[in-house]
């Protein structure tokens, strides 16, 4: 009697002087810095505030309240972690253990030399910000998911599921690697595939900007082609379609496309070309006015990144030693 008495009134004090049941999970409040430490619970960064990590080690879940920002570099994180609206994740160097998700309106998520679970970035609703993902030489096990911005993977990163977006401004796989299949739905500004692989089947559809498989096409002035171990689709695009310099172990289809597919007679594919293509010398009118207007479409991209990083790290530094 005398051990529950005891027991009993442990709780009843914790619980009056934390306001937190025992028991329940404890959850660290992030704002400014922190080095190679290990923070063993869960971690948030508050709305509107800033967290700047370097060497850290986060034994549970991460939150990125709406407006914050979180930078980590060469970090780990053993659970997932959550960006709401307008927040913002620059992980470099880093190992995410779990998935990490955009919410609707989320500023973005920059991945660099890190590894990630599963990514997800949300449908943009009645959301101002549409956001984006970029990652560069970063393994995410697990598939990719976005219904929302700009979508952008480059520099050796590995997806060891799918990628499946839809509504995105536009998805570009630049130099990388999906080992499942790759769908591109109803991109505002089309998409790129340039270098790399996908071995799964991959659909283009409704693409409003258009098409480019390999280099020479009117979106991105990339160097070479790709590989595409299953069958291709390209249907009901507009903008423009390009394959060239490509290896299609499977049939490429090009149906329902306004102007028609130009597809070069430099591709190997495999099962042939079911659908209409543009006449060879339209192609070569094609490719000379596209190239003319050839744009970077990554620049502005890592613009925006880096404004909001660098913001971040100020803030940040500002606030001072966080409290971890």
């Known amino acids: 009697m005398r051990l529950i008495a005891a027991t009993v009134s442990a709780v009843l004090l914790t619980t009056a002087l934390t306001g937190v049941p025992a028991g329940a999970a404890l959850v660290t409040h992030c704002i400014g810095t922190g080095g190679a430490v290990t923070v063993p619970n869960d971690l948030l960064v508050p709305a509107g505030e800033s967290c700047d990590l370097t060497g850290t080690v986060i034994t549970g879940n991460v939150s990125v309240a709406a407006g914050a920002n979180l930078v980590i570099d060469g970090g780990r994180v053993d659970g997932e972690i959550r960006v709401a609206a307008d927040g913002y994740l620059d992980a470099s160097g ?30 943009k609703g009645s959301a101002t910000i549409d956001g984006f993902l970029f990652a560069e030489a970063t393994t995410i096990t697990g598939s990719v998911n976005a219904q929302a911005g700009e979508v952008r993977l480059d520099k050796g990163s590995e997806v060891s599921g799918g990628v499946s977006t839809t509504n995105t401004h536009y998805t570009d796989v630049h130099d990388s690697f999906v080992d499942g299949v790759l769908s591109v739905l109803n991109s505002s500004t089309g998409t790129v595939v340039c270098g790399g692989s996908v071995r799964g089947r991959s659909t283009f559809s409704g693409n409003l900007g258009g098409v480019q498989l390999g280099p020479n096409g009117g979106l991105d002035s990339c160097a070479s082609g790709g590989y595409f171990g299953r069958d291709v689709s390209i249907t009901s695009t507009t903008g423009g379609v390009t394959v060239d310099d490509t290896i299609i172990d499977g049939a490429l289809t090009v149906t329902g496309n306004s102007p028609a597919a130009r597809v070069a007679a430099n591709n190997r594919i495999r099962g042939g070309v079911v659908g209409e293509q543009a006449p060879a010398t339209a192609a070569s009118a094609q490719r000379r006015a596209a190239a003319a207007t050839t744009t970077d479409r990554a620049a502005a991209g890592d613009k925006r990144a880096e404004q909001r990083r660098t913001a971040a790290e100020t803030e940040a530094a500002a606030a001072g030693q966080a409290d971890l």
């Open 94 to 123: 880093s190992t995410v253990a779990g998935s990490v998700i955009l919410a609707a309106g989320g500023y973005g998520l920059y991945l660099r030399d890190a590894s990630t679970g599963p990514v997800t970035v949300r449908p």
